[in-house]
């Protein structure tokens, strides 16, 4: 089954969030000169026409980047975010939002690598079409959590693992850990991203629970609530699970979280969450 299409709902507050620490993370593997490879799960298409239909139909971006792009009040660590961003919108208009792929590769340098994987019959070709003439890039078909076995360690033994699946299948939320658990035993130096929505809360702490019962240490949770947990339909949250985060991430998003949770819901319901589910 693979009727889940990113399109609707890139540009959300789920996006944001995620590709606030996405970028952050990238930033903070640049600071040393060594190449490092980003890998991506699952991929998407790259690039979403936000006046498109899908978009249209949801509206998801207008009460996510949509409330940042006229803030003049934007904290310093969410500039690289932020310019990437601008940079698919030339004209200053907010029309197109690029997906984790296309962020990843205006932040990265000449000398590090992407290995993106996308599964849907629609979407990969339009991901591989962007990155037609990106040498540093390897786009492939397939299932993004073999990757986790067949890449790692990467050749530069540096490394971002983004895992971002759609979770339109409950088994999603036990491969996601099978993954990091698989990914870890062959790279355990590398930073792991994963993102997750928080639909029943119940799903999420047993997700929680299975990552913690792998052994794996310095696992940090980053949330944003729009609502508070319900269990009525819809996404009332999201967030990133970073294991091995750089060591300014904790403290960056200590500042930004506030910062966002009141850009993006301004009716200041839900919440924000930075703890560590296992420590160093
Ligand atoms: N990471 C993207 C971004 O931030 O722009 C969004 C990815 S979207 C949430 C999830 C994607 O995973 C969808 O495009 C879906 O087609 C794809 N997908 C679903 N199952 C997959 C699998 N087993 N392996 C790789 N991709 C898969």
Redesign the pocket.
């Known amino acids: 089954m ?1 009727s ?3 399109s609707f ?2 540009g959300n507050h789920a ?1 944001v969030l ?2 606030t620490v ?1 970028s952050l993370i990238i930033e903070a593997l640049k600071e040393k000169e060594k190449p490092f490879l980003y890998l ?7 690039r ?1 026409q936000l006046s498109g239909e899908h978009a249209e139909r949801t509206g998801e971006y207008l009460e996510g980047i949509a409330r940042l792009w006229q803030c003049d009040d934007i904290p310093e660590t969410l500039t690289p975010y932020l310019d990437a961003v601008k940079a698919f919108n030339p004209g200053g208009q907010l029309r197109y939002y ?6 990843a590769r205006h932040l990265l340098r000449p000398q590090d690598k992407l290995q993106l ?4 019959p629609s ?1 990969y070709p339009l991901l591989r079409g962007e990155f037609s003439k990106d040498k540093r890039a390897m786009v492939s078909r ?4 073999q990757q986790l076995k067949a890449k790692l360690p990467p050749v530069s033994r540096r490394g971002l693992i ?1 895992i ?3 979770y ?1 299948i409950k088994t ?1 939320y036990q491969a996601v850990v099978q993954g990091i658990s698989d990914g870890y035993k062959r790279f355990a130096t590398g930073v792991y991203a994963l ?1 997750y929505p928080v639909v029943l809360r119940q799903q999420i702490k047993r997700m929680i629970h299975e990552l913690e019962e792998t052994g794996i240490r310095r696992i940090l949770q980053i949330e944003l609530a729009v609502r508070p947990d319900s269990d009525q339909r819809g996404m009332s949250a999201s967030g990133m699970i970073v294991i091995n985060p750089p060591w300014k991430l904790e403290q960056q998003m200590a500042e930004l979280l506030p910062w966002l949770h009141a850009r993006l819901v301004p009716e200041g319901i839900g919440h924000t969450r930075l703890e560590w589910i296992v420590p160093e």
């Open positions: 693979l889940y299409r990113h709902h890139a996006d995620k590709h996405q991506d799960t699952h991929a998407g298409a790259g979403y690029p997906g984790s792929p296309l962020i994987t996308e599964l849907h979407d397939g299932d993004g959590y983004l971002d699946p759609p339109e999603d993102w």
